[in-house]
């Protein structure tokens, strides 16, 4: 499965957390363009997402992040080097 693929699976995270229900995400999405992505928000959807792919995130690499996009190629290292 690639990084792309992921993205309707994310959306559904988006979507859940956000109280978003036809939110609809694209790889260049962000905290600008998204309803409600406050930073409480994205505290909820990382620990969603690693909740459901059972990965963990440094602060490091969350502070890299911009867009979904780069939160997708994050996830797809972190799950091939499982």
Do not use: C
């Not at 990084?3 to 978003?20: A, C, K, W």
């Not at 995400?25 to 505290?43: G, I, K, M």
């Not at 990382?46 to 502070?63: D, M, N, S």
């Amino acid at each position: 499965m690639s990084s792309d693929d992921r993205l309707p699976e994310i959306q559904e995270i988006f979507r859940d957390i956000l109280d978003e229900p036809d939110l609809v995400l694209n790889r260049h999405s962000n905290a600008e363009n998204v309803p409600d992505w406050d930073s409480l928000a994205h505290v909820n959807l990382i620990t969603a997402i690693e909740k459901r792919y059972k990965v963990k995130f440094a602060l490091g690499q969350l502070q890299q992040l911009h867009h979904v996009g780069d939160l997708l190629d994050l996830l797809d290292q972190k799950l091939a080097a499982k």
